[in-house]
């Protein structure tokens, strides 16, 4: 086919398990970002497994000027969040040519440091109830949060600052009515705050044009929203990112490549949110220490922080293998690439 012409739709119903291109395992890949001075820098692990899978610049930013027609077709072989599988090209084309092009890279050192970007990433996980992290969390250069990051009443443990909110149009919604009984009434909106968006399905490009337009949701789930008010007036368009396809992609096949790819129910299988901000971290961070991921010891503690006076369950659900990441995470911290909060070693 002629290159400027996309492809026709390929359907998730034709696979019984994820489809394996020969393309499958090759990413965009963009200038080595930053001076990279840090010796204690991740990117200079010894580990041979970790060398082997990590890319320090595979393309982390989706933007009109690394988009095309071409592109379009190459990502349509893939199922959302990882490409636009049965997406509609005038659904998404448009709006992907709305977005800037962002500055990189996404951190810069501190002035007057060492060079060196220190980052906390923060999940929402139970072991942070009562941990008193909050601190150390916030000594960090940078600190990452997602989902329902609650942090009013929780600051003793949690911490009080955000450099980098990363979301979806589902989790910044859906966050506020599940994390309302906690207090919860906004994301994260620090001044100068970074927000970076993983656009999973077709209502985040759907919210995208209307965050960049500033009108409100012309079509879908959020229709007459204005998307614009979820950041309480710190949306910026020089601080807000998109993950790529092919960054979304990578964290799945390099690291948590979940068997139930290989299920019929594959389409709905990728990693957390939580991953995905932690996996932004190590390739926008030279140091990483992780709060509130999931341990081996994840029984001893609620589903939530935010849940104090209950002691609820974490649930697995089919769409997110939670052994994988915390069996990944566990090894990331014993290989020294990332610090993992964790309350009792195993
Ligand atoms: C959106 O707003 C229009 C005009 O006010 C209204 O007719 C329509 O029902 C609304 N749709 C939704 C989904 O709220
Ligand atoms: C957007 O953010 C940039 C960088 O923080 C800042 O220089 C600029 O003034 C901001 N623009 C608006 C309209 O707030
Ligand atoms: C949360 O932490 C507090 C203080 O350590 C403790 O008393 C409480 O039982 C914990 N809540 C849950 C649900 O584990």
Redesign the pocket.
């Known amino acids: 086919p002629h290159p400027e012409t996309p492809i026709p739709v390929i359907k998730k119903s034709s696979f019984n398990k994820s489809p394996q291109w020969n393309f499958e395992d090759i990413y965009n890949l963009d200038a080595l970002r930053g001076s990279r001075v840090c010796v204690q820098s991740l990117r200079n692990s010894k580990d041979k497994t970790f060398q082997k899978a990590f890319l320090p610049n595979v393309r982390m930013f989706l933007h009109k000027e690394n988009f095309n027609t071409r592109e379009w077709n190459r990502l349509s072989h893939f199922n959302n969040p990882f490409g636009f599988m049965e997406m509609d090209y005038n659904d998404v084309m448009p709006v992907v040519k709305l977005i800037p092009k962002p500055k990189e890279p996404l951190l810069d050192p501190k002035p007057g440091g060492d060079g060196c970007v220190r980052c906390a990433v923060v999940g929402t996980a139970g072991i942070l109830n009562g941990s008193k992290m909050g601190a150390e969390i916030d000594a960090h250069d940078y600190v990452f949060r997602m989902n329902g990051a609650v942090i009013k009443g929780y600051e003793e443990d949690v911490g009080t600052r955000t450099s980098v909110y990363v979301h979806t149009a589902h989790s910044i919604t859906a966050s506020l009515i599940l994390f309302k009984k906690y207090g919860y009434k906004s994301a994260p909106h620090d001044e100068?705050i970074i927000y970076v968006l993983i656009p999973e399905g077709l209502r985040d490009f759907q919210w995208l044009n209307s965050v960049i337009k500033g009108e409100k949701v012309s079509s879908g789930q959020y229709k007459n929203r204005t998307a614009r008010n979820y950041y309480s007036g710190q949306y910026?368009e020089?601080?807000f990112y998109v993950l790529h396809q092919d960054f979304l992609r990578y964290v799945r096949n390099r690291f948590l490549k979940s068997p139930n790819l290989n299920k019929r129910f594959w389409p709905i299988v990728r990693p957390t949110n939580g991953a995905f901000t932690l996996f932004l971290a190590l390739h926008a961070c030279d140091t990483v220490s992780a709060y509130g991921f999931i341990t081996d010891d994840y029984k001893k503690y609620s589903n939530y922080y935010a849940e104090k006076h209950l002691k609820s369950r974490v649930i697995f659900f089919a769409n997110h293998d939670l052994v994988q990441e915390k069996n990944l995470w566990k090894y990331l911290h014993d290989k020294n690439i990332l610090k993992l909060y964790q309350r009792s070693v195993s």
């Open positions: 100068g910026n020089s601080r």
